[in-house]
Nanobody
Framework: QVQVMESGGGLVEVGGSLRLSCAAS????????MDWYRQAPGNQRELVAS???????VYADSVKGRFTISRDNVESTVYLQMNSLKPEDTAVYYC???????????WGQGTQVTVSS
């Protein structure tokens, strides 16, 4: 059973920073994309940032310049450094991992991020 576990969420003031971590129980050699999504109450889940096997990254326009995604290719871990946080960043943040063989998608349970104004 593949496990994906997020950590690092919490309560932070506007303008503050948080670093999310996500560890997957998969060999790094079998991981393609590692992504962060978020879902705020009443909203659909949306892509925040993605990092591919080759290291290329994609960001939502709303977080460009503030968030940075990175991955540890030894520990099968992905990080999301979040700076200059805004109230609209408040959401449950989910990690998504895509395996190569078989081609499957795994989700974590989510971690709450709350930005207080």
């Amino acid at each position: 059973q593949v496990q994906v576990m997020e950590s690092g969420g919490g309560l932070v003031e506007v303008g503050g920073s948080l670093r999310l971590s996500c560890a997957a129980s998969l060999s790094i050699f079998n991981i393609d994309d590692m992504d962060w999504y978020r879902q705020a109450p009443g909203n659909q889940r949306e892509l925040v940032a993605s990092i591919r096997r080759d290291g290329s990254t994609v960001y939502a326009d709303s977080v460009k310049g503030r968030f940075t995604i990175s991955r540890d290719n030894v520990e099968s871990t992905v990080y999301l450094q979040m700076n200059s946080l805004k109230p609209e960043d408040t959401a449950v943040y989910y990690c998504r991992v895509v395996s190569l063989i078989p081609r499957k998608i795994y989700w974590g349970q989510g971690t709450q991020v709350t930005v207080s104004s």
